[in-house]
């Protein structure tokens, strides 16, 4: 019967036992797989502050290439004064004439419509009136072409002019007694009417 009992005691006490290494067990898996479902909760919120971050800055260069492109497509007119004298397409002629302020007064300040690089700024050899050119090539792409004026002495090839910035005064240079500004867009070689692209 002792015999028996300290059998039984014994079950007991490695059932005992077991049953606190069970315990212990699932426990420790617990507190383990918490342990891991932090550190993926840690992660996934370090992923997505990443990716915020990531598009905030995707955006911010989208707004700022957006700026940049609004920028360069941005135009302003060459003269204080709007006064067309010649119209595109009026018989042979292949871009606008810009009229002084006051007629046949020489001196109206003549500005870069849009930002680009002197390509030319002189008379140059195919100007059969002896016109003197200013022709720039756009940042936008496009090639702008200012005629009789008086160039200004820092307008030189190879100069970066930006949108504003004077490029002479208006005069008759090549067409005397007719005081005004001669203005040609080209697109993608093609001369085309600047009023399209200037501010209305």
């Given at each position: 019967?002792?015999?028996?009992?300290?059998?039984?005691?014994?079950?007991?006490?490695?059932?005992?036992e077991?049953?606190?290494?069970?315990?212990?067990g699932?426990?420790?898996?617990?507190?383990?797989?918490?342990?891991e479902?932090e550190?993926?909760?840690?992660n996934?919120l370090?992923t997505?502050?990443?990716l915020?971050?990531?598009?905030?800055n995707?955006a911010k260069?989208?707004?700022?290439?957006?700026?940049?492109?609004?920028?360069?497509?941005?135009?302003?007119?060459?003269?204080?004064?709007r006064?067309i004298?010649?119209?595109f397409?009026s018989?042979h002629?292949?871009?606008?004439?810009i009229?002084?302020?006051?007629?046949?007064?020489?001196?109206?300040?003549?500005?870069?419509i849009?930002?680009?690089?002197?390509t030319?700024?002189?008379v140059?050899?195919?100007s059969?009136?002896q016109?003197?050119y200013?022709?720039?090539?756009?940042?936008?792409g496009?090639?702008?072409?200012?005629v009789?004026?008086?160039?200004?002495?820092s307008?030189?090839?190879?100069?970066k002019?930006t949108?504003?910035?004077?490029?002479?005064t208006?005069?008759?240079n090549?067409?005397?007694?007719?005081?005004?500004?001669?203005?040609?867009?080209?697109?993608?070689g093609?001369?085309?009417?600047?009023?399209?692209?200037?501010?209305?």
């Amino acid at each position: 019967m002792a015999s028996y009992r300290r059998r039984r005691s014994t079950n007991r006490s490695d059932y005992l036992e077991k049953f606190q290494a069970y315990i212990k067990g699932v426990k420790e898996s617990t507190n383990k797989l918490k342990q891991e479902q932090e550190q993926n909760r840690r992660n996934t919120l370090e992923t997505l502050q990443n990716l915020s971050d990531h598009l905030g800055n995707i955006a911010k260069k989208c707004h700022d290439l957006s700026e940049q492109i609004e920028n360069i497509f941005t135009f302003q007119w060459p003269t204080e004064s709007r006064r067309i004298t010649w119209n595109f397409g009026s018989d042979h002629d292949s871009g606008i004439d810009i009229g002084a302020k006051t007629v046949g007064i020489k001196g109206d300040i003549i500005s870069a419509i849009n930002s680009g690089t002197v390509t030319l700024s002189d008379v140059p050899t195919w100007s059969k009136s002896q016109s003197t050119y200013v022709i720039i090539k756009g940042d936008d792409g496009y090639e702008y072409r200012y005629v009789h004026l008086d160039i200004d002495a820092s307008i030189k090839v190879g100069n970066k002019v930006t949108r504003g910035q004077k490029l002479g005064t208006m005069s008759d240079n090549g067409s005397p007694g007719q005081v005004h500004l001669h203005l040609e867009v080209i697109i993608d070689g093609k001369k085309t009417d600047p009023l399209l692209i200037l501010p209305k």
